[in-house]
Nanobody, 120 residues
């Protein structure tokens, strides 16, 4: 079982930056792929970014490529999402997710989410 707690959300003006953090419980964090997803009001949850066990492989949605950076610190059981050049359309609840399977797009564990609001 893995528990995830996100933090770092808030209100920021367009063009600004935020860094989200997700701390995971459990001793096998390093053997979980990690992902970030978001859900805007009235919309379905969508993929934002993911990182492999060893952080050699990272993945991004086209909408955030070049602006967001995912990273992980296995010693701290933490995954980060650095968000730069934020746009109003980035406004959403951001969720951290984890899964022990090395490949695939499914995630077994989810955090409660953190709100990100970007004002124009």
């Amino acid at each position: 079982q893995v528990q995830l707690v996100e933090s770092g959300g808030g209100l920021v003006q367009a063009g600004g930056s935020l860094r989200l953090s997700c701390v995971a419980s459990g001793r096998t964090f390093s053997r979980h792929k990690m992902g970030w997803f978001r859900q805007a009001p009235g919309k379905e949850r969508e993929f934002v970014s993911a990182i492999s066990w060893s952080d050699n492989d990272t993945y991004y949605a086209d909408s955030v490529k070049g602006r967001f950076t995912i990273s992980r610190d296995n010693a701290k059981n933490t995954v980060y999402l650095q968000m730069n050049s934020l746009k109003p359309e980035d406004t959403a609840v951001y969720y951290c997710a984890a899964d022990p399977r090395y490949s695939g797009s499914s995630y077994a564990y989810w955090g409660q989410g953190t709100q990100v609001t970007v004002s124009s």
